[in-house]
């Protein structure tokens, strides 16, 4: 009787294992079928964090306290990120249109008239800053200068990964 038994349960095992081994190997095949025709591309595995903001392949961050130019360099470094650059008119644009009516600290710091982003790039004349103190915000109009200890909201930016 125990012998039989011991039949019967080898011969369910054997089944299962069929079926465990025919449903892996099926597993494997549709994967390997998905590999291929839905090839992730760079793209489309590329994003922003949460809270932030895509535009021309960079994530841009506004934030929603304050803080004076240092400590908004600060907190953007602490997110792997830097206060943002602006780069084109249309990023100008872009920041213009989200940052909302609080004018918002960029990474640009003015001495003697000259200007260099926080990665230390040189100011281009593509536009005119006003003011004449040392750390640069994006107001309603154009960037402008303020003391570096005033109170603002800031913007941060990085690249896409």
């Known amino acids: 009787m125990i012998s039989n038994c011991i039949v019967v349960t080898i011969g369910v095992m054997n089944r299962h294992k069929k079926c465990f081994i ?3 190997i099926l597993i494997i095949i549709s994967n390997a079928i998905m590999v291929l025709i839905v090839k992730p591309t760079p793209d489309s595995q590329r994003f922003c964090p949460y809270d932030w903001i895509g535009f021309q392949n960079k994530c841009y961050y506004f934030s929603k306290e304050e803080g004076d130019w240092n400590s908004s360099k600060y907190n953007c470094s602490t997110q792997h990120a830097y206060l943002t650059k602006i780069d084109n008119n249309e990023e100008m644009d872009f920041l213009r249109r989200y940052k909302c009516s609080s004018d918002h600290w960029i990474g640009l710091k003015m001495a003697n008239g000259t ?4 990665d230390g790039a040189k100011l281009k004349k593509s536009f005119a800053v006003k003011g004449s103190e040392g750390c640069a915000y994006l107001s309603d109009d154009d960037p402008a200068t303020a003391r570096c200890y005033t109170e603002r ?3 941060c930016r990085k690249e896409i990964h």
Request: proline share 0%.
């Open 22 to 24: 025919v449903g892996a």
């Open 115 to 118: 200007g260099q982003w926080v």
């Open 153 to 155: 909201k800031w913007i």
